[in-house]
């Protein structure tokens, strides 16, 4: 079907799943964080009515200084060319066209250049980065994508361990030969997915220390994502990064994580003070406007969306990335409008609150 006939963020996963190649759906798809979702489910607002006239304003928003129109982003994924020849630069485009922000991976498809050179003038952008094992290779891409005018860095932590992403290595029984770095250096015959052949050179051993790593080699603001618990958050401020993201990597990584939204739940009832120190994002498993409100009527500044981009990217390309923009705009500020606000600031965290009668 033709884009139009796209209503809801999860008509692009629906005919992702019918068209994409099995290697590209099995990747996206993998570890589907079916709780990020449905702990959506157990939030519900109080909405206000009659305080004042909604039929006039905007949902524009700012976070770690860069200007969005929308209070979404497009959360840093590997390898969109899987799902579309085009790959990262079609949602390059769209973001430029829409104002909003793309974070790129380090793992992205198409090269550095090529994407920063798809922006439109002004056109913010983040680049993501997991260190590698290789410091040297790190602080040189610090380096170079501080000179090219990135606008802020997102750091991945979530990952110190190897995620069992069944269905992406199912979909990739090709046997590959992979080293084990063990005694006699033996080969292994075990199926890989995409997620284990593209994340080799990381250095699974960060410590808190490494984040003046990463600030010896760039002045960019630092976006911490990957953070599971109000503790980290804390950690965070200590550290002195303008950027938190609770995030449980699209639950890709363990199961049982803690849901993103319950998590910043947590954190706007015991530590509401930290939303003054830091801007605090989430990304997981947001898949329509009023989940966006949800998060932002917590104190988040904004919501990441990750595999929904990858879907109408691959069904439809930019113009796919676009419509899913105009339905969440549309979602969203409806949402807004029937709580009784028209613009984020008026959104408050007693709008929102787990199921059943509200203890205040
Ligand atoms: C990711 N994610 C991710 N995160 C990151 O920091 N670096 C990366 O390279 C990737 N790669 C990646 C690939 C794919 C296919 C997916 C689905 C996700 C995680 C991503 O940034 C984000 O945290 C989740 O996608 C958010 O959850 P939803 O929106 O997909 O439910």
Known sequence: PNVEGMMLADDFEYWAERVLGDTAWAYYKSAAAKENRSAFSRYFFRPRVLSRDVSQGNIETEFVGMKSTLPIYISPAAMAKLGHPLGEVNLTKAAGRWGIIQGISINASCSL?????????????????????NRSASASLLQKVTQAGVDAIIFTVDNPG???RTMDVRAKHSGLEVPINGPNDRLSRAPMGIGEIIGGYQDRRLVWDDVGFIRKYTNLPIIIKGVQ?????????????QGVILSNHGGRQVDYAPAPIDILYELRTYRPDLFEKIDVMIDGGIRSGSD????????AKAVGIGRSFLYANGTHGQEGVERLCEILEEEITNTMRNMGVSYIHQLRPEMVGPAGPWVG
């Open 113 to 133: 250049d090529e994407i920063l050179s798809s922006r439109i003038p002004n056109q913010k952008i983040m680049f993501q980065i997991y260190l590698n094992k």
């Open 229 to 241: 618990c109000i503790e980290d958050v804390e950690l965070c401020v200590k550290a002195g990064v």
């Open 162 to 164: 190897n995620a069992k």
């Open 292 to 299: 966006v409100v949800k998060a932002l009527a917590l104190g």
